[in-house]
């Protein structure tokens, strides 16, 4: 028997040492979410708008080789090539070989569209900076949300187990009395009535647990052990600073979606600029240099040309046809909707702030509470059953204690994961989760 217990324990701390916490959940979500991925390959293809928009500005540097050959035949003995006279004798056939070898360079020395633009393209990279930022506190959100919703329904499960576990009991205890005449059909049917409902929720209750875990895997990519338990009682720590106010101006001006709106706007009143920037003069400097020599069949023939060019090129827009015009309705236009997406973005924000804000407030007593009837239901149920035995207490009695003491259970535990994940989603809302708020979290897990 001892052995059987040392045996026991073994596998209790075996399986307790392979539980997954929710920071392994997090750090395998990190690698393997697909949302984080492609907010990732978004960001990175964004940024490299930056490098395009400065290459306008920086040199232009480009060279050319070539070579080409005249054939003529004359028999006058001479073979006319170009303007090009070679002497063949009495008559056959003559040729020019040309190469030409070259190589020019350009700088932009006053373009405002391109600078514009440049402007334009900075500030889209950190909006795109922003939304990364922002899904990765999405992240972080919907693995720990996830993660408690899994120990919530498995306490649901748990809890409905037991309810129709006790069901089971009181319906064998009702039909043993029967037997013996001390209770009524009506009592036995009642008792197998209520088996039945509780196991049908215990099912159902177990296949969403199941769906839980699937959320889960859905996030890493790959199956979840098993999960650590929530300790009980949890410690009931409200918003620090204690100002609804506060979380309201943080949300508005720290929120990732609000942060990465403003320099979408700003990115587009570049975009202004430089649409308007397409009327002005564009002014550049040019410098080539060619080689041309030139050789025909005989030797006496061979000729060979350099040149070298510097200038200034001063580009002056006169007609595109209303394509600049319509450019800058366009850039307008965009500007707007960022100017309707950030207002209606701030919005959302300074709601969700102000309703996790009061949630949270309100949530100390609705946990407190349900923990309470939690406690209460399982003394009723503990009671009733006693009394049932000595005929003090009626089914019907029973039957309801043993309900209550289900939905208590459950009611508790959605209390305490809301509670928790309200004090996330407030942070979030305000921009302000880290990695150091899932340690939190993850030190209440057992």
């Known amino acids: 028997m001892k052995r059987l217990a040392w045996i026991l324990g073994l596998s209790w701390l075996s399986l307790t040492a392979h539980a997954e916490d929710l920071l392994d959940i997090c750090r395998q979500a990190i690698s393997h979410d697909p949302q984080l991925a492609l907010a990732g390959a978004t960001r990175r293809y964004t940024a490299e708008a930056v490098p395009l928009a400065r290459s306008a500005l920086l040199p232009q540097i480009s060279g050319s080789y070539g070579i080409s050959q005249d054939r003529a035949t004359s028999s006058a003995g001479t073979v006319i090539s170009g303007s090009t006279v070679i002497n063949t004798g009495n008559g056959g056939v003559g040729h020019q070989r040309t190469l030409s070898a070259g190589v020019s360079a350009s700088q932009s020395l006053l373009n405002l569209q391109d600078i514009a633009s440049l402007w334009s393209a900075h500030a889209s990279v950190n909006a795109q900076n922003a939304l990364y930022q922002g899904s990765l506190q999405d992240l972080y959100v919907r693995v720990a949300q996830a993660y408690l919703k899994a120990i919530q329904y498995r306490s649901y499960d748990q809890a409905y187990q037991a309810y129709a576990e006790i069901s089971q009991q009181v319906w064998q ?44 895997r859905q996030i890493t990519g790959s199956p979840v052990g098993r999960l650590l338990q929530l300790a009980d009682p949890i410690p009931l720590q409200t918003a620090v600073p204690a100002s609804e106010d506060y979380w309201i101006e943080r949300a508005s001006s720290n929120n990732p979606t609000v942060v990465a709106d403003q ?120 009671s009733a059953r006693a009394g049932l035995l000595v005929a003090a207490t009626d089914m019907t009695t029973v039957l309801y204690t043993i309900e209550y003491q289900a939905e208590a259970n459950t009611e508790y535990a959605y209390a305490r994961n809301q509670f928790l994940m309200n004090q996330l989603l407030l942070k979030q809302a305000a921009g302000d989760v880290t990695w150091q708020d899932l340690e939190a979290l993850n030190r209440l897990l057992r």
């Open 173 to 216: 205890q009702v039909a043993a009395r029967n037997a013996h005449g001390l209770a009524s059909k009506i009592d036995v049917n009642q008792a197998m009535t209520s088996y039945g409902l509780a196991r049908t929720e215990a099912v159902d209750y177990h296949n969403q647990y199941n769906d839980a875990l699937e959320a889960l």
């Open 263 to 382: 320099f979408k706007l700003d990115a587009a009143l570049r975009a202004i600029l430089a649409a308007r920037a397409a009327h002005l003069p564009t002014l550049s400097a040019t410098i080539s240099y060619n080689k041309n020599p030139t050789w025909t069949q005989f030797e006496s023939q061979h000729s060979r040309t350099t040149d070298t060019a510097i200038g200034l090129s001063l580009s002056v827009p006169i007609f595109s046809g209303g394509a600049m015009h319509a450019q800058v309705r366009q850039a307008i236009a965009s500007r707007d909707q960022g100017v309707d997406q950030l207002e209606i973005d701030r919005r959302q924000v300074v709601r969700d702030a102000r309703n996790y804000y009061r949630s949270l407030a309100a949530g100390v007593e609705q946990v407190r509470m349900a923990r309470d009837s939690a406690i209460a239901a399982a003394a009723a149920v503990k």
